[in-house]
């Protein structure tokens, strides 16, 4: 099975948590979305293991450029990644890190570093990149964890400025069971000048034991998933019969996929169809086509996304 771009997908599902380091600041844009996605937490009440303190010398630990004066903290409960404390500060050079820290144990869920000096050139090759991400994964991350992930791609991400150096986007996909989430797995940017990791984000929520009683077998085929879909197309007035007719399958994968989008606090998991596609409307060489999941268990539609102009 391939897993190719799944994680491209991800992304676009997901409601993203942070979007990016402002490219001169280095401050944090957040969007709408994130504040529906966190409840804050009171400190003295909560019941954690880890305090602001640990927190707050985890990053020191990990990042001796920081200003002790400047860093922040907040506890929250946040939908991706539970309890945490999401910490900021600045560097001696003025930039920014922002990191999540588990309230629970300690683990480094995820850090934006925007700290490192850069001249605008790219001296890491995507051989290099991949190698610094393997082995910063293997300083983070467990044994156990290593061997449940699979790479996914290396992309490189040309420079946002003539100033500015590109990156190396990472990601890995959580195997579970053979098959691919598309919410877990671990994601990390690579300097492309430095070789240093700008980002890291890991998440790992889906429910092993909820998955262990669904069937891995599908009880219907990618090929009645499609007649689905174009039932699903040709009901739909915008789309019709004769768009729904023309339907060009560009691949076919199963996955993992939490709730669907008729629900929004539906966080039950499902196998599922991830199929893309294009139809006549579409360019053939189109680099977005539209994507569906269908539960290959009840051919339930848990997601239709199909953007035209």
Not at 68 to 91: A, C, Q, V
Request: charged share 30%; hydrophobic share 35%.
């Amino acid at each position: 099975m391939k897993y190719s771009q799944i994680f491209i997908l991800t992304l676009a599902l997901a409601s993203a948590i942070f979007v990016a380091f402002a490219s001169e600041e280095g401050g944090i844009i957040f969007t709408k979305e994130d504040a529906k996605q966190t409840k804050y937490l009171d400190p003295s009440t909560a019941d954690v293991n880890i305090s602001f303190e640990d927190a707050k010398n985890k990053l020191i630990s990990e990042n001796p450029e920081v200003i002790n004066e400047s860093i922040h903290g907040e506890l929250i409960d946040d939908d991706d990644f539970g309890i945490i404390w999401r910490i900021s500060s600045k560097t001696t050079n003025g930039k920014s890190i922002f990191a999540g820290i588990n309230a629970s144990n300690g683990e480094r869920l995820f850090v934006y570093d925007g700290s490192k000096n850069v001249q605008g050139s790219s001296n890491i090759s995507k051989d290099d990149a991949l190698k610094i991400a393997e082995e910063y994964i293997e300083s983070k991350v467990s044994a156990e964890k290593i061997n449940e992930i699979e790479l996914e791609d290396v992309n490189y991400i040309g420079p946002a400025a003539d100033d500015l150096p590109g990156n190396y986007h990472v990601s890995y996909a959580r195997i579970i069971r053979g098959i691919p989430s598309l919410s877990d797995g671990i994601l990390l940017d690579v300097n492309a000048e430095t070789g240093e990791v700008s980002s890291y984000r890991k998440r790992w929520s889906m429910d092993e034991e909820e998955i262990a009683l669904i069937d891995t077998e599908p009880s219907i085929t990618d090929e009645k998933a499609v007649e689905i879909l174009k039932e699903f197309m040709s009901n739909e007035p915008p789309i019709g019969e004769e768009k729904a007719s023309t339907v060009k399958v560009i691949s076919s994968n199963l996955v993992w996929k939490e709730g669907d989008w008729k629900d929004g606090d539906d966080d039950e998991t499902h196998l599922a169809w991830w199929i893309r596609f294009i139809d006549s409307s579409f360019e053939r060489d189109d680099s977005l086509p539209a994507s569906v999941l269908i539960d290959a268990h009840s051919g339930e539609m848990l997601l239709f996304d199909y953007s035209r102009n």
